[in-house]
Nanobody, 125 residues
Framework: QVQLVDSGGRLVQAGGSLRLSCAAS????????MGWFRQAPGKEREFVAA????????DYADSVKGRFTISRDNAKPTKYLEMNKLKPEDTAVYYC??????????????????WGQGTQVTVSS
């Protein structure tokens, strides 16, 4: 199995920046696609960003495109979500996720069997 620990969430003013981290352990010798999802109070969990192990291609939700950047360090292994120009609507619990590498759509929530515990991001105006 793969264990994921996400961190970095905090209270931040609108327009500010934040970097979330996700440390992976366990069976990390094989390739894994890595993703970020978020869930606001009373809302469904939604896709945010993901990166494919096979070719490092990425996908972003329209709501964060141009503001968020996902990256990974396979050597550690750790993945990051750089968040810029944060908006109040970005407020949510953010979860990192992983799956054995696949050609399935990166935003397919149910294809990810491994999840972090979540880290709270609150953006105030």
């Amino acid at each position: 199995q793969v264990q994921l620990v996400d961190s970095g969430g905090r209270l931040v003013q609108a327009g500010g920046s934040l970097r979330l981290s996700c440390a992976a352990s366990g069976r990390t010798s094989s390739g894994y696609d890595m993703g970020w999802f978020r869930q606001a109070p009373g809302k469904e969990r939604e896709f945010v960003a993901a990166i494919r192990w096979s070719n490092s291609s990425t996908d972003y939700a329209d709501s964060v495109k141009g503001r968020f950047t996902i990256s990974r360090d396979n050597a550690k292994p750790t993945k990051y979500l750089e968040m810029n120009k944060l908006k109040p609507e970005d407020t949510a619990v953010y979860y990192c996720a992983a799956r054995p590498w696949s050609w399935d759509k990166l935003r397919s929530t149910h294809s990810y069997p491994y999840w972090g515990q979540g880290t709270q991001v609150t953006v105030s105006s």
